[in-house]
């Protein structure tokens, strides 16, 4: 059973930063992608960053040189550190990743989701 756990989200001010951390466990064999998404009231989910194994990066354009995702893949975890927030940024954000587990000598692959995190940025 794979899971993602995430957390850091909150309330802060406009202007303000946070960290995101999400965590996945279980019996993994390796993690591909691994990526942020948020979805605000009332609309559709957006992919905000995601990293592959080897780094390379993508950002949403509305986050572009304000949020910094990394990731530790000795701990399987991937971060999202969000500066200067604004209110549009307020939504849950999402963990997502690309696990490949290993049952017995077959590699099997699948996307699994964290449970969302409230990012709340007042004005």
């Known amino acids: 059973q794979i899971q993602l756990v995430e957390s850091g989200g909150g309330l802060v001010q406009a202007g303000g930063s946070l960290r995101l951390s999400c965590a996945a466990s279980?019996?993994?064999?390796?993690?591909?992608?691994m990526g942020w998404y948020r979805q605000a009231p009332g609309k559709q989910r957006e992919l905000v960053a995601i990293i592959t194994a080897s780094g390379r990066i993508n950002y949403a354009g509305s986050v572009k040189g304000r949020f910094t995702i990394s990731r530790d893949n000795a701990k399987n975890t991937v971060y999202l550190q969000m500066n200067s927030l604004k209110p549009e940024d307020t939504a849950v954000y999402y963990c997502?990743?690309?696990?490949?587990?290993?049952?017995?000598?077959?590699?099997?692959?699948?996307?699994?989701w964290g449970q969302g995190t409230q990012v709340t940025v007042s004005s």
């Open positions: 279980g019996v993994i064999f390796s993690i591909n992608r």
């Open positions: 997502n990743a690309d696990v490949t587990i290993l049952v017995v000598t077959t590699r099997i692959q699948g996307e699994y």
